[in-house]
């Protein structure tokens, strides 16, 4: 079952290879979301400083009924921070406001703010933050480091100069939105892909083709897509706070077809996503 398996991260850290995403889930139901979850089988949750509600989440881990060294807890450093300062600082503050002693993986959310996504210059910035990460990681805060909408060339920003290479990158990846290159560049430095959004934000429910393909199989739109991107070798990490939505994505345990890999990965762009356009990641950029 796919809720038992994982993936080993550099420096030899388990991560569970299907994760709970929490963007959108507010801090008074994170809690109570990841208890949930936890009795369906899930160990690991992820979350952000821009989700607002990291106070929920570590509320769910410290009293959710397993021990803390069988979870694992992600969350993400806010894009704008881009200096050490103000990046050490936050990593303190996730800690204490999550009431944790660690945190499992920890991740710039964006090489630019938001909003100025895919826009300056930041390489300093972002080296500045990694060196924060950096520093965390070694002194016991954060038990792995990463990076999270970063392109090739952010990555290699961050190889130039580090003394602990990224672990993970995590990317919109869907049938629809698959950056092979990108994956392949991450995959040649052991870097772990994670995919959020793995069903597009629901948007993906109105593809006839997706709906067929997913006939064959006998299971569910957001199954299939579920699937896929555990056949590309990343981590999903849907988001859901609804009991029977968890059950049904940790129920992916069959095989696509090489044939339908390609129909799914051959996809036309997907161009709308309904009202998560106006985020930048969903805009185009």
């Not at 303190?92 to 945190?103: A, P, R, T, V």
Request: net charge negative.
């Amino acid at each position: 079952m796919i809720l038992n398996e994982t993936y080993i991260l550099p420096g030899g850290v388990k991560i569970p290879k299907l994760g709970l995403g929490t963007w959108f889930i507010e801090d008074d139901r994170a809690a109570q979301a990841f208890r949930d979850a936890v009795k369906i089988g899930y160990r690991h949750i992820d979350t952000a400083q821009a989700y607002a509600n990291e106070r929920g989440v570590g509320e769910g881990v410290r009293t959710c009924g397993i021990p803390r060294e069988e979870l694992f807890v992600t969350t993400k450093l806010a894009a704008e921070l881009k200096s050490y300062e103000a990046a050490a600082e936050a990593i303190d503050g996730s800690l204490k406001l999550m009431g944790l002693d660690h945190i499992d993986l920890m991740l710039i959310h964006s090489p630019q703010p938001w909003d100025d996504f895919r826009g300056g210059d930041y390489a300093e910035g972002n080296r500045e933050a990694w060196r924060a990460l950096e520093d965390a990681y070694k002194a016991g805060k954060l038990r792995s480091i990463g990076v999270s909408n970063f392109k090739q060339e952010d990555i290699e920003n961050l190889l130039s100069g580090c003394t602990v290479a990224p672990m993970v990158n995590q990317l919109l990846v869907h049938a629809g939105n698959t950056p092979f290159e990108l994956i392949a560049y991450c995959q040649s430095k052991d870097i772990l892909v994670e995919a959020y959004s793995p069903i597009a934000h629901g948007e993906i429910l109105k593809n006839p083709e997706v709906a067929s393909i997913a006939g064959k199989y006998h299971v569910s739109v957001p199954q299939l897509c579920i699937r896929y991107t555990l056949q590309l070798g990343t981590l999903p990490l849907p988001k859901t706070a609804n009991l029977q939505h968890m059950h049904d994505n940790a129920q992916v345990d069959f095989v696509i077809s090489d044939a339908d890999m390609e129909i799914l990965k051959n996809m036309e762009q997907m161009q709308d996503y309904g009202e998560y356009s106006a985020f930048p990641v969903f805009s185009g950029k």
